[in-house]
């Protein structure tokens, strides 16, 4: 069973402009959640989608947006990027609405810099 | 403000040692912890959980115990092997499915 995947690995812009990030959650899976990893912190919760609705947004500017696809895969979108948006961004899924709805299962990352 | 704390930033331990990595938490809204194992370059991994109805979980070499009273989570491995050495992270659950992670612990099992 294939794994959540993420795209691209590595993604290197500069300050003031879009980055989109993609998420493809395991098979079956409905909901997707997208964490942000910047240096010396641990993971910060950005957003969570299920069944195509955003259920939850962490404490991030709006610039950081998403969306899930009707295949429940989903995409971060960061509008004018700043240098301290460099960070690995974590995407991860689950199965929610069950009793394994706990667990995520996550991505391997996207590592965003800025320059 | 960091909810879920993990106060050592690493932590290294002789093979075949006893491996304890502490979390604090702040919110006790929180019914549900998990810790997660974090290879470089590597998502992190699920490793095991426990509900806050229950001070203690097994599996295998890894046991989880909650104390609710001190708001205070730890993870032992034991014994602990060299393939342990990763960045483990706490996480906490309140109703809603946010998950709250610490800013992990990294182990080195020393061989």
């Known amino acids: 069973e294939a794994g959540v995947t993420q795209s691209p690995t590595h993604l290197i812009k500069t300050r003031g402009q879009q980055a989109t990030l993609r998420c493809s959650p395991i098979s079956g899976h409905t909901s997707v959640y997208w964490y942000q990893q910047a240096l010396g912190l641990g993971l910060q919760f950005l957003l969570w989608y299920d069944e195509g609705e955003e259920r939850n947004r962490g404490n991030f500017p709006p610039r950081f947006s998403g969306r899930q696809f009707p295949n429940y895969s989903s995409e971060l979108n960061v509008n004018a990027l700043e240098l301290e948006d460099s960070a690995l961004y974590l995407c991860a899924s689950s199965l929610w609405g069950t009793g394994s709805s706990y667990e995520q299962y996550f991505g391997p990352g996207t590592r965003l810099t800025v320059t | 403000d960091q909810q879920v704390k993990q106060n050592s930033p690493s932590l290294s331990v002789q093979e075949g040692r006893i491996s304890i990595l502490n979390c604090d938490y702040t919110?006790?809204?929180?019914?549900?912890f998990l810790w997660y194992k974090k290879y470089p370059a590597e998502g992190p991994t699920f490793l095991i959980s426990i509900s806050s109805i229950k001070d203690k979980n097994e599996d295998g070499r890894f046991t989880v115990f909650l104390n609710k009273s001190a708001k205070h989570l730890s993870l032992h491995i034991v014994p602990s092997q060299p393939g342990d050495s990763a960045v483990y992270f706490c996480?906490?659950?309140?109703?809603?499915?946010?998950?709250?992670f610490g800013t992990g612990t990294s182990l080195t099992v020393i061989p």
């Open positions: 996480a906490a659950i309140p109703t809603g499915n946010q998950f709250y």
């Open positions: 919110n006790s809204m929180f019914d549900y």
